[in-house]
């Protein structure tokens, strides 16, 4: 019989769970890893960022060499698509990463359970396997993630009408695409299908799409993606989503009834809670689902822990996995930390969207008083040698201190550049610090560099 008393149990195998069951492995504990799904890496790797990136790679090339490889004297002609053959790549690329951490499980002597698992007590949790087994752990941690948002008056049929999952596996390209939410999922699905001949709209209930972003970041990829034929509608308030012989029906509270061959439903997840034996055990959590946890991840029952989306905040992957690394030091060594002033996001359409710290209307809403430098992409050699000069980055100081508070990028390899600057505001930088470090040249990065030097009117090449 398999064994079943433990260290820790983690409850979710997704980038909050199987990284803090590893990390608990690394620091001598023995851990046992519980998720319902017969592959590793949760939502982000089998149904979401993984999958979601193969895609948009795929079709990003598939616009390169149908309207810009000319631009460099490379011509091409009769360039198809094979979407079959774009869908086997994207499984293999999810089938690769998931059986790398089926190893890396196996590797640190982490013992994986493939099956639902259920708190009966704050040390035991029951598996939904044919002998109903309960394990035994001296502490819980909670890594459940979360599902999409379901929209009221939204008849899911997971096929015409469907979410983010069923975006990654259309069988063939819809002639026309109805997005219902402007977030950053339904872009990147949205702008996949764009490029593959979909005529796509994206209905907005706010005011604004990427409502999280800096104003005028946001206010520049939208018009990017006009450009490129994605149709925008705000304060668009869907009631109805509905499949009739065969086509999509979308009514919108004024009145307007679109139509459409597909429709994709992303407005918005919540936390993953249902049915995990939270409510018996007196474990709190608030309107939406999340569980309410301390600074520490301690939930209100001792002993079990919660980490990543289904403790709500940003629902971002390394987010996660930064939360149940810390967890775990915390309860082995006594310390473990999450800077939650430097966590990049990213938006990985073309051009990428990179946002790090503050922005704009936060910091004024604030009171904060700043200081703001601004690149081009133009102004830089490299984006000129690549032909991609559309974008710029913009960083936020203190007035006083000068102490980075914000950055927001958007351009190519805009959420590789933001790195740096997590980096540097992790350790306090400032915006001189990072203007006087020295950039390789010519690389994209200088662009970083002439953003902070320009904070204080010092840029050289804008």
């Known amino acids: 019989m398999a064994e079943t008393q433990f260290d820790l149990i983690v409850l979710g195998g997704g980038p909050g769970g199987y990284v803090a069951a590893i990390r608990a ?12 799904n017969d592959m590793w890496g949760g939502t982000c790797l089998r149904v979401g960022c993984i999958p979601s990136k193969a895609l948009l790679e795929s079709t990003h090339l598939l616009e390169e060499s149908q309207q810009h490889l000319a631009d460099h004297g490379v011509k091409v002609s009769g360039v198809t698509v094979d979407l079959q053959k774009m869908m086997q790549r994207k499984a293999s690329v999810v089938d690769a990463l998931c059986g790398g951490i089926k190893m890396l499980l196996k590797r640190n002597k982490v013992a994986g359970f493939n099956t639902r698992g259920r708190l009966i ?5 029951q598996l939904n396997d044919a002998d109903r087994t309960v394990l035994r752990g001296k502490h819980v941690l909670i ?27 259309y069988t063939e390209v819809p002639q026309s695409l109805i997005v219902i939410g402007g977030g950053y999922i339904g872009l990147e699905l949205g702008s996949v299908w764009r490029r593959l001949g979909s005529k796509v709209v994206v209905l907005e209930a706010m005011d604004r799409v990427l409502g999280g972003l800096d104003g005028e970041i946001a206010k520049l990829a939208v018009r990017t993606f006009e450009k490129q034929g994605i149709e925008f509608r705000t304060q668009a308030f869907v009631e109805e989503a509905k499949v009739v012989d065969g086509r999509c029906v979308v009514r919108l509270k004024d009145g307007t009834t679109l139509h459409a061959d597909r429709v994709l439903a992303c407005a918005g997840r919540v936390p993953n809670t249902q049915d995990l034996g939270l409510e018996a055990l007196g474990i709190k959590t608030d309107r939406r689902g999340a569980i309410e946890v301390d600074a520490d991840f301690r939930t209100s029952v001792p002993g079990v822990y919660a980490v990543g989306d289904c403790i709500g905040g940003a629902m971002l992957a390394h ?44 910091l004024q809403a604030e009171g904060i008083e700043y200081k703001r430098g601004v690149c081009p992409y ?5 984006a000129r040698a690549l032909g991609d000069t559309d974008g710029r980055i913009k960083i936020l100081a203190d007035a006083k201190t000068d102490r ?9 390899h ?20 990072l203007g006087r470090c020295i950039h390789a040249h010519p690389t994209l990065s200088e662009i970083v560099k002439e953003a902070a030097l320009a904070v204080h009117g010092e840029a050289i090449h804008t």
């Open 25 to 36: 492995a690394q620091l001598g504990l023995s851990v046992a890893c519980v998720d319902e």
């Open 121 to 125: 007590a704050a040390d035991q949790v």
């Open 143 to 169: 890594a459940t993630g979360s599902l999409p948002m379901n929209l009221p008056g939204i008849a899911l049929d997971h096929d015409r009408i469907g979410d983010s999952t069923t975006a990654l596996s």
């Open 319 to 362: 987010k996660a996995s930064e939360e149940g690394v810390a967890c775990i030091e915390k309860i082995v060594n006594g310390f473990g930390k999450v800077d939650y002033h430097a966590i990049p996001a990213v938006v990985y359409t073309h051009p990428e969207i990179g946002s790090v710290g503050k922005t704009e209307e936060q």
């Open 378 to 382: 133009g102004a830089n050699g490299r």
């Open 404 to 412: 980075i508070l914000g950055v927001h990028a958007i351009g190519s």
């Open 414 to 433: 805009a959420g590789d550049l933001i790195a740096e600057v997590a980096v540097a505001m992790s350790f306090s930088a400032s915006a001189e610090d």
